[in-house]
């Protein structure tokens, strides 16, 4: 049974970092591709960063060059580290497999998922 578990948010001003950590169980972590996903109020949940199982990113435009996905197979654990937040940021992040996205023109899709942690809540605001 799949348990993810997002932490690391919180309140920051616009320009500022935060690392998003995601503790995973219940998965075989290190041959899955894994994904941080984002909603904010009133809209679609998107994906902005994913991680294959061999290591290699992918990052829609929006984020691009801001953020860094990594992860530790050993610990079963991903991040997210984030640098230079702007207010459009603000969203719940929420880990989860990624086996499915893929990348086209400035955006990526995928997780068509049935199950979702709590996620953690980013606020960028002054």
């Known amino acids: 049974q799949v348990h993810l578990v997002e932490s690391g948010g919180g309140l920051v001003q616009p320009g500022g970092s935060l690392r998003l950590s995601c503790a995973a169980s219940?998965?075989?972590?290190?041959?899955?591709?894994m994904g941080w996903y984002r909603q904010a109020p009133g809209k679609q949940r998107e994906l902005v960063a994913a991680i294959t199982s061999g290591g290699s990113t992918k990052y829609p435009d929006s984020v691009k060059g801001r953020f860094t996905i990594s992860r530790d197979n050993d610990k079963n654990t991903m991040y997210l580290q984030m640098h230079s937040l702007k207010r459009e940021d603000t969203a719940v992040y929420y880990c989860?497999?990624?086996?499915?996205?893929?990348?086209?023109?400035?955006?990526?899709?995928?997780?068509?998922?049935?199950?979702w942690g709590q996620g953690t809540q980013v606020t960028v605001d002054s």
């Open positions: 219940g998965i075989d972590f290190r041959i899955n591709a």
């Open positions: 989860n497999l990624a086996h499915d996205f893929y990348c086209s023109g400035s955006g990526c899709y995928g997780g068509d998922l049935d199950y």
